[in-house]
């Protein structure tokens, strides 16, 4: 099946720093990515949709200033939580629909700790 | 609004058993259902996807089972073992294409030994 990956795995910054979250799709490409976020033991919300060469869309109460969503290729969507504080450690999971699969393939999710 | 709902939140069962998870969903025009499964501090394995003109998928333990009109499915695992421990989310899309899914918060399964 298809592979989508995603890096760093785990990341630890300090409050008010920025990092960004990469999401790749190895062998197919994917115009539209999907990020979600993953609170403990609470489900995976749809935080934003990335659009290669369009502006994201994001959910109700997403903040866009503070969840830069970047779709430059047809193979790579980034997210960069800008101003890091620790309210903002979660689980981030990308994932990239395949139309020939009808269905999506999810990145192996990033695990964002802020100090 | 979709809203997905998974029942029980969390099940502890002896190994051997056979068992149920449920999932429900609020809005019943849905494409397709998907069950996943994720371990603790991973990302989601694929199980099952049952088509809204589907009834049922099997792979190997695990029968899913879809009622759209109903809005429900379960997750049918036979034979439990401790390696299915792990949590179950239950998910539904709306139209084919580039859409998202809607999670229900999983069902943590617990097989003991």
């Known amino acids: 099946g298809a592979v989508v990956s995603q890096h760093p795995s785990w990341v630890i910054c300090k409050s008010g720093t920025s990092v960004k979250i990469e999401c790749r799709s190895l062998?197919?490409?994917?115009?539209?990515m999907f990020w979600y976020r993953q609170f403990p033991k609470q489900s995976l919300m749809l935080m934003a949709t990335s659009n290669e060469g369009s502006k994201a869309t994001y959910e109700q109460g997403v903040e866009k200033d503070k969840f830069l969503i970047n779709h430059a290729s047809l193979t790579l969507s980034t997210l960069t939580v800008t101003s890091a504080h620790p309210e903002d450690s979660s689980f981030y999971i990308c994932s990239a629909p395949w139309s020939g699969a009808d269905t999506q393939y999810f990145g192996p999710g990033t695990r964002l700790t802020v100090l | 609004k979709q809203e997905v709902t998974q029942i029980p939140a969390a099940l502890s069962v002896p190994e051997g058993e056979n068992l149920v998870l449920n999932c429900s969903f609020t809005d019943s025009a849905i494409y397709n259902l998907q069950w996943f499964r994720q371990d603790p501090g991973k990302g989601l394995t694929s199980l099952l996807l049952i088509q809204s003109s589907q009834r049922e998928q099997t792979s190997g333990r695990l029968n899913a089972s879809l009622d759209k009109s109903s809005g429900r499915s379960t997750l049918y695992i036979a034979a439990s073992q401790p390696g299915d421990s792990a949590t179950y989310l239950c998910a539904v899309r709306r139209n084919s294409g580039n859409t998202p899914l809607v999670f229900g918060k999983g069902t943590r399964l617990s097989v003991i030994a």
């Open positions: 062998d197919f490409q994917a115009t539209t």
